[in-house]
Structures are given as structure tokens and as C-alpha cells.
């Protein structure tokens, strides 16, 4: 599946998996995919989202506020599982542990594969990641960026004028 990624979209895709377990993701998801391309800091994805005041940061806090929330609706508060846990509330997943793909971020990979041969490229860049990350409209990653402010529509539209720029 990974013989058409460039070493950008390699490395970011490695800087999911590094996200995952360092969340406690007992798989990638597509919001890790999204982490994984700001973490990497490279390619026309990472420009894109970084110019439009997306950050790793803002992306996780994000997150973090999401699962917040989810939890709130059924009466758990993270944050008293935290204080209550103190140090033993550790998260992170052991480095030998191997972590699949969860089935949205496999989703996204294989749009990622449609959106390269849409465009007529020969290899798979960050932008094809992060195109395939916006076709999961109902996905986390698409979530998290609409809770920062960014449309699909939007950053779309920055993909392709970075595009342009970089084949004028």
C-alpha cells in the first residue's frame, strides 16, 4: 500500500503512529493521520493547514476537548479521572506494541490512492493524505479541524493553490 508515498507522506504517516501511542490510541484513527501530518511538519498538507492557523497543538487540545465532551454526555468527568489517578493515569501505549490501522484511517488511505490517480499524479504526497482525511466527512479528523475553524471547502481550496503554485 506504501510503494507510492513520498518520504513526506511516509514520515507523517510514522508521526500517526507515534501520535497513537503516545494518546493511548489502541489503533490509528484518522485524527491521528491529521496529528501525523502536522507533527511531520512537511509537505503542501502541513503548508496548507499551517496557513490557516491549524497547529499540532491546537489540533490535540482539540481533541483532548472532544473526548472531554463525549465523556461529559455520559457523566464522566476526564478531568476527575485524572486528578483522582494522579500518576498512575499513564496513557501511553508500550513501544513494542504493534497498532493497527482503524478502519477509517484505512479509509482514508485508500482515498488518499483515489484522490493521487484523480489528479494524475504518480506518487502519493501529504495533500492526498489530507484530501482523504476531508472525503470522511463524519470522521474525527474532519471534526477536529471544524472545531478550529476550517472547513473541508476551505482547506481544499488551499491544497489546490498551493498545487498551482508549485506546478507554476
Do not use: C, W
Request: aromatic share 4%; net charge negative.
Amino acid at each position: 500500500m506504501f510503494n507510492r508515498f513520498t518520504d513526506k507522506s511516509r514520515r507523517s504517516v510514522q508521526a500517526a503512529f507515534e501520535e497513537a501511542r503516545m494518546l493511548g490510541h489502541d489503533s490509528v484513527g484518522d485524527e491521528d493521520l491529521l496529528l501525523g501530518i502536522l507533527r511531520a511538519d512537511e509537505g503542501a498538507a502541513a503548508e496548507a493547514l499551517s496557513s490557516l492557523g491549524v497547529t499540532l497543538e491546537g489540533a490535540r487540545e482539540e481533541s483532548e476537548e472532544m473526548l472531554s465532551d463525549a465523556l461529559s454526555s455520559i457523566g464522566i468527568s476526564l478531568e476527575e479521572i485524572r486528578r483522582e489517578a494522579g500518576d498512575a493515569f499513564e496513557m501511553r501505549i508500550p513501544p513494542g506494541r504493534r497498532l493497527p490501522l482503524s478502519p477509517r484511517a484505512k479509509k482514508v488511505l485508500v482515498g488518499a490512492r483515489k484522490e493521487m490517480r484523480r489528479l494524475g499524479d504518480n506518487y502519493l504526497g501529504t495533500e492526498h493524505v489530507l484530501l482523504g482525511i476531508l472525503g470522511n466527512e463524519d470522521g474525527t479528523a474532519v471534526r477536529i479541524l471544524a472545531g478550529m475553524g476550517v472547513s473541508p471547502e476551505t482547506l481544499e481550496d488551499r491544497l489546490y493553490q498551493l498545487r498551482g503554485r508549485a506546478a507554476g
